[in-house]
């Protein structure tokens, strides 16, 4: 049924729709309204059976995950920024154990300087934590994402985190087609668990393993990973079959098929991409887009097959590697090696900035004339940058970063981009 | 694609304002796609918010930079907020919640350029506190949005306002947006005689 919402209560209405047993969470902005429509559910009885458990921070609710998932309960929970950092431990947990939670992350910077705007940064810092991560482009793609990641968890044993980006995606209404329950009963089997702690089959679970088998175990990580990347196709291949659409898969393909120049990118901001690509092909320019929707497993050979024929490739990417630059431009060279071609790596909408077709035009024609440099930060104000600098070699107690910085740019609340 | 910007200050709805006006799209069978510029989100500060409105799919995801249309929720922010960045003179509709004129505003000069039948006021706080009892603006300036710019049907709006409001709060604001609607729609008659006698 299609519907004017929130994404963020269009990506709950899906996770009600897969049936969870047991939601935990701590609220943290943007994720908020996600866990407060599916508490909402959950009171009114529209959501049953199902626990809703309040819990004291985000450690907490990863930990209670974990708990519900090994007791066999199909577990969910979201969090953004600093709370995903808060539950790190307790993630690499979920993952090592195998336990199949899913996890929206509603993609937001982390501090400091604290921020609340959207960016990639949490999740990459998360990239080797053993979770699958896939990434949605639009609130459709979300919401149909997270009924994907209950059916690929559960059938590998492996926590999935649904990546869409805070604000952006979370908080924009826009038209959704929402499947009815018999669809998502039909795609989504009951929960299987592989291992499950029940009093009348008593288990351990979470032995500790030394040098003698502790590669092996990681290795079988690697390996389930691996075959998620046979999966993933095949599971977006049977949701078209049932949902009547194209939702999630390894990579998206964009004008790609003649393109001399391809940009790469995650999330929402592939949709001004494509508007700006349309822009570049109508006045002649060969360029094309590809969106990695799984960055965990990341699609090696997907990636090389479309990149490969390019002449140029432009990593655009909503985190910082900070020391050496690009984190999705790193994966994305590994998939290219021994290929000659530009590549070019830009780091853009840190912390909100907006990213806009203006911008991109300009940023796009140059790396066609193979003008921009390796490493690029997309519009960067030197001004703030130098002054910061000059300060610093002026004076010793130059003082805090961030309040000299606002100090020297005045208010901005009042912006309209 | 019709792209409308509002402004308006935390606590007068203005996120609430765009998101009903994407429901009324939708529930026109347009595709709309509405956000929140989140600064700083404290009761009274400068806030804005978007709808875009269109045939097909919308993609793009930056803030409006270039609006058609801008529904101005408080007249105090003229002055303080760059408001008008990005609206074409000629083509652009700007509606304000105030029962001044646009001279009065200290405004008149500025928007000289613009088609007259495409600029108008309501006094929408004051519908509002009429027919819902509260100082917020939102709902009655979109029933004035669907006036001056011929975009939405009435119905529409008035079915967006029953989508996000319950009961009896729903009704005082389709009131407000009905009322909005039907003072706006007069003058713009009134203009049109006038214009035609000139």
């Known amino acids: ?417 | 694609m019709f792209q409308i910007r509002l402004h308006g200050r935390g606590g007068q709805g203005v996120v609430t304002g765009a998101e009903m006006l994407s429901v009324a799209a939708f529930l026109q069978g347009r595709h709309a796609q509405a956000f929140p510029s989140f600064g700083s989100e404290r009761t009274g500060a400068p806030v804005v918010a978007f709808c875009r409105i269109d045939d097909r799919e919308i993609r793009l995801r930056e803030p409006i930079m270039e609006p058609d249309a801008l529904i101005i929720q408080d007249p105090t922010l003229l002055h303080q907020v760059e408001v008008f960045s990005g609206l074409k003179p000629g083509d652009g509709y700007i509606l304000i919640n105030t029962s001044r004129s646009f001279d009065e505003l200290g405004i008149g000069e500025f928007v000289s350029g613009f088609r007259p039948e495409r600029l108008r006021t309501v006094p929408a706080t004051e519908l509002a506190v009429k027919h819902v009892g509260r100082p917020l603006p939102n709902a009655a300036l979109l029933g004035g949005f669907a006036a001056v710019t011929g975009l939405l049907d009435l119905a529409s709006v008035a079915a967006a306002i029953r989508d996000k409001f319950p009961g009896r709060v729903a009704e005082g604001n389709v009131a407000a947006a009905t009322a909005a609607y039907e003072i706006v729609k007069q003058e713009m008659k009134e203009a049109a005689l006038n214009a035609q006698a000139d």
């Not at chain 1, 968890?153 to 924009?172: Q, Y």
């Not at chain 1, 655009?316 to 994966?331: F, M, P, Q, R, T």
């Open chain 1, 1 to 417: 049924m299609l519907k004017q919402i929130e994404g963020s209560l269009g990506v709950a209405e899906a996770v009600a729709l897969c049936r969870p047993e047991v939601i935990c969470a701590y609220p943290i902005s943007p994720q908020t309204h996600i866990v407060e429509n599916l508490g909402e559910m959950v009171k009114t009885g529209a959501l049953a059976p199902c626990e809703f458990i309040n819990v004291e921070s985000e450690f907490s609710a990863m930990s209670v995950a974990i708990g519900a998932s090994a007791a066999g309960a199909r577990a969910y929970t979201a969090t953004a920024s600093q709370g995903l950092l808060y539950m790190v431990e307790a993630i690499f947990n979920a993952a090592g154990l195998g336990l199949p939670i899913v996890m929206t992350v509603a993609n937001r910077a982390i501090g400091a300087p604290i921020n609340i705007w959207n960016d990639h940064s949490d999740s990459m810092s998360q990239r080797d934590c053993g979770w699958i991560q896939l990434f949605a482009e639009t609130n459709q793609e979300a919401l149909d994402l997270h009924i994907q990641a209950f059916r690929l968890g559960e059938e590998l044993s492996l926590p999935v985190m649904v990546c869409m980006d805070g604000f952006i995606l979370t908080h924009a209404y826009e038209r959704l087609d929402l499947p009815d329950q018999a669809q998502v009963d039909a795609y989504l089997p009951r929960y299987e668990p592989r291992q499950v702690l029940d009093p009348k089959e008593p288990v351990s679970i979470g032995a500790m393993v030394g040098p003698e088998a502790f590669t092996e175990v990681r290795y079988l990580a690697h390996a389930k990973q691996m075959q998620a990347l046979e999966l993933i196709p095949r599971h977006a291949q049977e949701f078209r079959a049932i949902f009547g659409r194209d939702s999630g898969g390894l990579v998206r393909e964009y004008r790609t098929s003649d393109a001399t120049t391809i940009v790469v990118a995650l999330g929402s901001v592939l949709g001004t991409i494509k508007d700006t690509v349309d822009e570049m092909r109508r006045e002649g320019h060969r360029i094309g887009a590809l969106g990695i929707v799984s960055f965990r497993p990341f699609p090696l050979a997907e990636v090389r097959r479309v990149l490969h024929p390019a002449q140029r490739v432009v990593v655009l990417e909503k985190s910082l590697a900070v020391g050496i630059g690009g984190i999705l431009s790193a994966n994305v060279r590994m998939a290219l090696s021994g290929v000659q071609l530009h590549g070019y790596t830009v780091i853009a909408g840190l912390g909100g900035r907006p990213i806009t077709r203006k911008s991109l035009h300009k940023l796009f024609r140059e790396a066609e004339r193979d003008e921009l440099q390796p490493l690029t930060f997309l519009d960067l104000d030197w001004n703030i940058v130098n002054r910061v600098l000059e300060r610093e070699k002026r004076e010793r107690r130059s003082g805090p970063i961030a309040e000299t910085i606002l100090r020297d740019v005045g208010v901005v609340a009042a912006r309209v981009a």
